[in-house]
């Protein structure tokens, strides 16, 4: 918005920044961090008075608040509904529904949770989310969908080749991304593909027991765990298949990335995102949420067919042109001048 429209941009985080901001940024925004200290008894009142003492001395015209917990949802009380204020929400409700179950007391504190966040969330001027599968959870009527917009769109003579013997997921280890999953489909495919490597990037998280579990099944030695890179297109560049093996999305920006640089994606038709962006067997494939069998033999099935393969990575290329800025900045343009009026 800064560098295609000349908005004045500002980025408020709560917590100071330890080390050089891992993602490159426009230039023209301006940081700001709070510094409140979340392990204080007093951090609820910093909170407010830090967040209130910032808005009175910058006079912001909007404020889009991209904050998954509840304080994120009830800003507009604890600043006295004084600002235009849109939230954004990045990640499905499914977030609030961990594994193993649940108590019944457990279930109705997140029913009362979802409740209130609906509550909050109607107090806002609007409220976005990615995917219309988003809209569907929530009970609101300022809700509207503006989807992620591509980060890039490499030129054609950077996209992959879909040559290599190489399939790829990117994303932080966790119950969400559902590696456990993936890593049970990819030891179906090697029994048929052995030459074939499956690289995951993100960050490591040892309570995952993913090392351990690919030992189990024997697929260690195909199957490597990268910590995040800075340089991501490099890995879509060098990757003939993406796998997202997620339990639930927000939306799965790494879909939208991995297909503008012609790479066929499987995903499980998880809530939210997945259906958004694929067409099933047009620009990539899309499984029934958890059936593992299946997403291997899909792997399978574009390992064995590189001609099906490289068809659906040009249709997964074309198809990702509406997610350029030029088209999903000019939604957020014309958001910005009806709450300004």
């Excluded at 503006?146 to 997921?169: C, M």
């Excluded at 790494?254 to 499980?268: D, H, N, R």
Aim: charged share 20%; glycine share 6%; aromatic share 12%.
């Amino acid at each position: 918005m800064t560098d295609i429209l000349g908005y004045e941009v500002h980025i408020v985080t709560l917590f100071k920044q330890e080390t050089d901001i891992f993602y490159q940024f426009s230039t023209n925004i301006i940081f700001h961090a709070l510094n409140v200290n979340v392990k204080s008894l007093i951090y609820p009142f910093s909170y407010i008075s830090k967040i209130n003492s910032f808005l009175k001395i910058n006079k912001p015209d909007i404020i889009s608040v991209c904050d998954d917990g509840l304080k994120g949802l009830l800003l507009p009380f604890l600043t006295g509904n004084r600002y235009k204020m849109i939230y954004e929400r990045h990640v499905s409700t499914q977030v609030e529904f961990q594994p193993n179950g649940s108590s019944i007391f457990q279930s109705l504190l997140k029913g009362l949770k979802l409740k209130l966040m609906n509550f909050g969330g109607s107090k806002f001027d609007k409220f976005i989310v990615l995917t219309e599968g988003n809209k569907n959870e929530w009970h609101l009527d300022n809700i509207e969908v503006i989807p992620n917009p591509l980060s890039f769109y490499p030129d054609k003579s950077n996209v992959s080749k879909l040559n290599n013997k190489t399939v790829i997921a990117v994303g932080k280890q966790s119950f969400q991304k559902g590696y456990d999953r993936l890593l049970k489909a990819w030891s179906i495919v090697i029994n048929e593909h052995n030459d074939w490597k499956l690289e995951i990037y993100g960050t490591k998280d040892e309570s995952q027991g993913l090392d351990a579990l690919a030992r189990d099944l024997n697929i260690d030695k195909n199957i490597t765990f990268h910590e995040p890179i800075k340089d991501i297109g490099s890995v879509y560049q060098n990757a003939s298949i993406y796998a997202m093996s997620s339990r639930y999305e927000g939306f799965g920006m790494v879909l939208t990335e991995a297909m503008s640089y012609g790479i066929p994606c499987i995903a499980y038709d998880c809530p939210y995102g997945p259906a958004d962006i694929i067409i099933n067997d047009k620009n990539g494939i899309l499984i029934e949420n958890g059936d593992i069998m299946k997403f291997a033999n899909s792997i399978s099935f574009l390992i064995k067919n590189e001609s099906v393969r490289k068809l659906m990575g040009e249709q997964a290329r074309s198809s990702v042109e509406n997610y350029l800025p030029k088209y999903v900045c000019g939604k957020w343009h014309q958001l910005f001048l009806e709450l300004s009026r």
